[in-house]
């Protein structure tokens, strides 16, 4: 029996459609979906959905508790949540909310005239996180692509994200990443990098072109960033900081968006991250548990998810029952930078990997 990266390397080779599909569904020896989705894990993604669904306002956005604004990124994530359940645009119990989100994302798209295809809320000054709404806004338009059933809409969608991926592959600096600004500058970080790989690996498999240089050297950039121990740093080249598993996590994400699924950068990124193991005691696995917490376990999710076998079987058992300690604990998901829709979203996305039913997550 093929393991899961196994599987899609062989895909990759022969050429078939399932080539552009980042991972696989499960293979031999690993947690059914009936399995690994426990009634008391089902109970709390059906509550937590309906919770982060009445946080949506009007305008089809959800918002970042910093700063009270609809969020492109975050909006982009609780509609992946959404869709991981099963809805699409107008089909299902919360298929109006995923059209209102996907709604909201087109239009602020096109509210940036100066910048077309910029994925932001230009209504608030957030520097810091635009690009991040970029291209977790990208990625959402390329996975529900397809899905919406007004063919006016459609092509509405299919404009903006063609733009939208235009502007990511214009944006890539020299050193093949990206950063904060919507145009290419002189200094990339990994975590932005691998937010932009995603989208453009998810628009590929939508049908958008994506050169084949485009994201080589992003694969370049990625890997400078990896240090002696299999972690990644930050920024290329940056002294004093070491490795992270947040940003180890996004790294390994990024080089299976990029179709690298073994060698020396995956084995040691997913050997890093194994430290950290959810549950266990007396190593790094307690070290600042909660810097960018939802952040690193939904790319450390989707890294086991795709590595498969012994990762994915012992990884999602210990995430999935961590998350639910903490919801009980706390009487739901929040995050004190962005807030309860972004911790809900990522939570439920990771807790509902087994369903298989986003795209970018399909065989």
């Given at each position: 029996?093929?393991?899961?990266?196994?599987?899609?390397?062989?895909?990759?080779?022969?050429?078939?459609?399932?080539?552009?599909?980042?991972?696989?569904?499960?293979?031999?020896?690993?947690?059914?979906?009936?399995?690994?989705?426990?009634?008391?894990?089902?109970?709390?993604?059906?509550?937590?959905?309906?919770?982060?669904?009445?946080?949506?306002?009007?305008?089809?956005?959800?918002?970042?508790?910093?700063?009270?604004?609809?969020?492109?990124a975050?909006?982009?994530?609780?509609?992946?949540?959404?869709?991981?359940?099963?809805?699409?645009?107008?089909?299902?119990?919360?298929?109006?909310?995923?059209?209102?989100?996907?709604?909201?994302?087109?239009?602020?798209?096109?509210?940036?005239?100066?910048?077309?295809?910029?994925?932001?809320?230009?209504?608030?000054?957030?520097?810091?996180?635009?690009?991040?709404?970029?291209?977790?806004?990208?990625?959402?338009?390329?996975?529900?692509?397809?899905?919406?059933?007004?063919?006016?809409?459609?092509?509405?969608?299919?404009?903006?994200?063609?733009?939208?991926?235009?502007l990511?592959?214009?944006?890539?600096?020299?050193?093949?990443?990206?950063?904060?600004?919507?145009?290419?500058?002189?200094?990339?970080?990994?975590?932005?990098?691998?937010?932009?790989?995603?989208?453009?690996?998810?628009?590929?498999?939508?049908?958008v072109?994506?050169?084949?240089?485009?994201?080589?050297?992003?694969?370049?950039?990625?890997?400078?960033?990896?240090?002696?121990?299999?972690?990644?740093?930050?920024?290329?080249?940056?002294?004093?900081?070491g490795?992270?598993?947040?940003?180890?996590?996004?790294?390994?994400?990024?080089?299976?968006?990029?179709?690298?699924?073994?060698?020396?950068?995956?084995?040691?990124?997913?050997?890093?991250?194994?430290?950290?193991l959810?549950?266990?005691?007396?190593?790094?696995?307690?070290?600042?548990?909660?810097?960018?917490?939802?952040?690193?376990?939904?790319?450390?999710?989707?890294?086991?998810?795709?590595?498969?076998?012994?990762?994915?079987?012992?990884?999602?058992?210990?995430?999935?029952?961590?998350?639910?300690?903490?919801?009980?604990?706390?009487?739901?998901?929040?995050?004190n930078?962005?807030?309860?829709?972004?911790?809900?979203?990522?939570?439920?996305?990771?807790?509902?990997?087994?369903?298989n039913?986003?795209?970018?997550?399909?065989?």
């Amino acid at each position: 029996m093929l393991t899961r990266r196994q599987f899609v390397r062989t895909a990759l080779v022969a050429g078939g459609a399932s080539s552009l599909a980042l991972v696989t569904q499960a293979q031999q020896g690993e947690p059914a979906a009936a399995d690994a989705i426990t009634a008391e894990t089902q109970q709390v993604i059906d509550r937590s959905l309906l919770t982060m669904a009445s946080m949506q306002a009007q305008d089809g956005s959800f918002s970042d508790s910093r700063t009270g604004f609809g969020n492109v990124a975050i909006t982009g994530l609780a509609g992946l949540a959404l869709m991981a359940a099963g809805n699409q645009p107008g089909r299902g119990r919360f298929g109006e909310a995923v059209a209102r989100a996907a709604d909201y994302v087109v239009r602020r798209g096109n509210a940036n005239g100066s910048t077309p295809g910029y994925l932001n809320n230009a209504d608030a000054s957030m520097s810091h996180g635009s690009m991040y709404q970029h291209g977790f806004g990208a990625l959402f338009l390329a996975e529900v692509y397809g899905m919406v059933p007004s063919p006016e809409k459609q092509r509405a969608l299919r404009a903006m994200l063609e733009k939208a991926i235009g502007l990511t592959r214009n944006a890539q600096n020299s050193e093949g990443g990206w950063r904060y600004e919507p145009r290419a500058v002189q200094v990339a970080d990994v975590s932005v990098t691998v937010a932009q790989l995603m989208a453009l690996r998810a628009a590929k498999n939508a049908g958008v072109a994506v050169p084949k240089s485009v994201v080589d050297k992003c694969v370049a950039y990625i890997k400078a960033c990896q240090l002696p121990d299999g972690g990644f740093c930050y920024i290329k080249n940056q002294g004093g900081v070491g490795s992270g598993f947040a940003r180890t996590a996004a790294a390994v994400v990024g080089l299976f968006s990029a179709g690298i699924y073994d060698g020396k950068a995956v084995e040691g990124g997913l050997s890093y991250m194994m430290r950290f193991l959810p549950g266990r005691r007396g190593n790094l696995a307690e070290a600042r548990p909660d810097q960018h917490y939802y952040y690193g376990h939904y790319y450390a999710a989707l890294a086991m998810w795709t590595a498969g076998g012994n990762y994915w079987a012992e990884w999602f058992p210990a995430i999935r029952d961590e998350l639910l300690a903490r919801h009980r604990q706390f009487s739901g998901w929040t995050d004190n930078g962005h807030g309860p829709s972004y911790a809900a979203a990522m939570a439920c996305i990771i807790l509902q990997l087994p369903n298989n039913y986003l795209p970018i997550m399909q065989k």
